[in-house]
């Protein structure tokens, strides 16, 4: 499990939705790493891509939620950090929808997605972390 | 070499290795070399475009490459596969990403190329821009090298 409590950022939302993301990339890389040829894990890894480029959006949709509701100075940047992801996400599904068993495609993008969402979540989220009050904020309501 | 150019390259590095890994870099020999003879088998690097061109060189060994990936993924790893090396390419763009960063606080307008990997031990390289900063550096017992070959680009600079 990828997931560490350090990373939380005191809105319950937002950490919850980072450690769905977090539970589901350990569990992908577990199933891309394994030694069972990519055929047989095809459904799996088309299934996680598929849920990541879904997910993302509302996860990104709620940081940015957020960002707006306590007026984090730096959300035009941080938005622009999202939607180039966004845009590299879904030129990789393009990619991976040509070529489902290109498995050096399929690796390339996992291992980046590792250290991106590592690294957002790790620097720029908790940037964010600063901003909000210390009793927390309710981005749903 | 400028030092404008070269820290915020070896700042930028600690930086990330901190954050992401919650590992210290140490700062080992500095050498000016004239042509860049890696030590380590996979090598990453990224030119830079602009108002500063050049080029930021990573050399790792397999066991630290086999390290940081253990430490993101929390995932034992046998081998260096595509997996690993671009994850780890992923980690050195994102040290040119903030170096530009600092780049451009300090008036220099320029971008990053993506990162480029060349596996295989003792590679030579030539200097981008003639020479090459070499910054031994050491984390977690593991020795691992940077190259910094950089300077202004008065064409980039008078337009």
Redesign the interface.
Known sequence: ??WREQYKIGVELVDKQHEELFRRL?AF??V??NSTPLEQKMDEIEKTFHFMGEYVQVHFQSEEDLQAKIGYPEFEKHRRIHDSFKQEINAFQEEFYKDKYN??LI??????L???L??HV??DDQNIAKYVPSGGVDIES | MKADYTNPVYTASKD?FT??LGWDIIKGDIQLVKEIHTHSKINISIGITGELRGTILFSFPEELVLEILEE????K?AQV???????????VK?ISEKAINTFKGNGYQCESCPPQITMGDMQIFSAAMGKALWIALKTRGNAFDLFISMDENKKANHQ
């Open positions: 499990m990828l350990s890389i577990d891309l790493r498995e050096d690796m390339a993008f996992s291992g980046r590792l250290t991106w590592i690294n790790t620097g | 990330v954050n992401m993101m993924s929390r995932t790893f596969d595509q997996f690993a090396v671009f994850a780890v390419g992923e980690l994102i």
